[in-house]
């Protein structure tokens, strides 16, 4: 480096005279790290079926695919990892700088046609992000699949509410594995940076000087991590060309199959090999419509998110706890005990009389009060029901097989909008402030809930809950927490909602048009 510190890096070419473009990934989980039933324990039976050859380091582009197909690999173990000195100071601009010397270093190899394109998941898209944001001549297109970029929104904070499960988990991981590293204290970051600040600004890279050609997949499945980031790198992200694919399954298993490797080559053939195949014909974004678990149906759009999308307002109703289309005359007070262990909920339902699909993000709007508390924290989950009234599940974070359609948090003090990036069905939370409830205060929030496709048939239902703890609970990993958890609330006492008169709280939908 230009610093003198030492990044190790694994270099896979194939076996003949000539020179091929590289596809390059950097993380801090270690260059030989292999995913495998021995390092992933209890989780490894959930994670679907990952077909690679033994070469293949956690989330990283497999050298058994592209090296055959006249590619080289190049895996970049960052400072703090593996053998490369210095300090672990995870998604930054000193990491995104690096990354960029390592792309300069590969271009120039022997070896090395001139073109690097940069690949990967989870942590691997997050660097990409970042790497991409500097603009190289040389980086000549990203393939970004299914990363965050906001970590105060996206890991680290839910709305405002710490996370007590993942993102610690993933902290001491860190730590666990590289102990004689100097890593930072991201713990202490969460305790000590409660709010959005400078802290957490310098954690994210700017999308909008992002303008190299991209093929970003996103995912349905994982809220509460990667899902929110990755759309939202896809829609800031000043590229003219690029590609989105959305799926509703499980994260490593779609970025590994077949057909995701297939889709992955021909983008980088026809941007780092120059080949003139029929890339610039694949529809700009592709989403998955989810019906049931793993069954679905794709379609195409032209841009995220889906254009002529039919925002409708549900109304909450108190009296009969529905969803209507029209706005309840009637106000209504329904309420919940916040410290309630297992009731501590309300839930409102309505049923389609026609199929309707619900893709993109959602808002629900709520006029909220607590009567012993001046703040709250609010869990929402929006849930399908079949005919029967009974769930039906989905794929979700960690790889768990009991998810909902879509999630959204709000601590209430950290209510403050930014109106000039809140749009009628994404609010963007400040999180520079809190404002505390005053007493009996009715006030309203607005809730932003994940990015989700999903099918409801004609007699299906949503049904949307509002609850003092998580919706979801529950791990693919019994005992570790590789799942977010929200276990320091500020919840006490009674919460209560209204609904019906000058109360409009409602859940928006963006309703995608049958014939679109």
């Known amino acids: 480096m230009s610093d003198g510190a030492k990044l190790y890096v694994n270099v896979i070419r194939p076996n003949k005279e000539g020179t091929f473009p590289v596809v390059m990934s950097a993380d801090t989980y270690g260059k030989d790290n292999k995913p495998n039933i021995n390092n992933m324990g209890p989780l490894w039976p959930t994670l679907g079926a990952i077909p690679t050859s033994s070469l293949t380091p956690e989330e990283s582009p497999d050298p058994g695919f592209w090296v055959p197909n006249d590619y080289v690999v190049v895996k970049v173990a960052l400072r703090g990892s593996a053998k490369s000195k210095g300090s672990l100071y995870p998604w930054g601009l000193s990491e995104a700088k690096d990354y960029a010397e390592v ?12 073109n690097v394109g940069t690949n990967g998941v989870s ?56 102990p004689d590293s100097d890593i930072e204290d991201l713990k202490g970051s969460q305790k000590n940076h409660p709010l959005f600040d400078d802290y957490w600004k310098g954690k994210q890279a700017d999308l909008s000087a992002i303008k190299v050609p991209m093929f ?14 990755t759309f939202e790198g896809f829609k800031q992200a000043s590229s003219q060309d690029k590609w989105l694919k959305i799926h509703g399954r499980k994260e490593w298993e779609t970025y590994y199959a077949r057909e995701s490797l297939e889709q992955q080559k ?35 759009a032209s841009d995220f998110p889906i254009p002529n999308t039919k925002e409708t307002a549900l109304y909450l109703d108190g009296q009969t706890m529905s969803l209507d289309i029209s706005k309840p005359q009637e106000t209504a007070k329904v309420s919940y005990d916040s410290e309630a262990e297992g009731n501590d909920e309300v839930r409102f339902s309505t049923t389609f009389d026609q199929d309707t699909e619900i893709t993109g993000n959602m808002k629900l ?14 869990f929402v989950g929006i849930k399908k029901l079949n005919r029967q009234g009974e769930e039906v599940h989905f794929p979700d974070f960690n790889h768990i097989e009991h998810g909902q359609v879509a999630t ?12 000039d990036k809140s749009t ?24 932003e809930i994940l990015p989700s496709g999903t099918l409801f048939k004609q007699g299906e239902s949503v049904q949307v809950v509002v609850k003092a703890s998580e919706v979801v609970k529950g791990n693919s990993t019994p005992g570790l927490k590789t799942r977010y958890e929200h276990d ?11 609904t019906g008169g000058k109360y409009d709280s409602h859940l928006l939908v963006p309703i995608v048009p049958n014939n679109s």
């Open 365 to 378: 709007k709520l006029w909220v009060s607590a009567d012993e508390a001046d703040d709250m924290d609010l």
């Open 488 to 498: 320091e609330t500020v919840n006490q006492g009674t919460h209560n909602i209204y």
């Open 266 to 300: 021909d983008f980088f053939d026809y941007y780092l090999k120059g080949i003139d195949n029929d890339w610039q014909d694949t529809p700009k974004v592709s989403y998955e419509v989810r019906d049931k678990f793993y069954q679905g149906y794709t379609k195409y």
């Open 408 to 419: 959204g948090w709000l601590r209430v003090s950290h209510r403050e909008l930014d109106q």
């Open 123 to 178: 942590y691997l898209a997050v660097t990409q992000w970042w790497v991409a944001s500097l603009n190289l001549s040389h980086l000549k297109a990203i393939i970004p699949w299914e990363g965050l970029n906001d970590m105060y929104r996206e890991v680290a904070f839910h709305g405002g509410i710490p996370d007590t499960g993942f993102y610690r988990f993933w902290h001491d991981g860190l730590i666990n594995r590289w």
């Open 216 to 229: 970003v997949c996103a995912s349905w499945s994982t809220q509460g991590l990667h899902n929110r980031g």
């Open 424 to 447: 009628p069905l994404q609010p963007w939370h400040t999180h520079e402030k809190e404002v505390k409830l005053n007493g009996n205060e009715i006030v309203p929030v607005e809730i």
């Open 103 to 114: 792309i300069e270093w590969a271009r120039k190899q022997p070896w090395s046609n001139g």
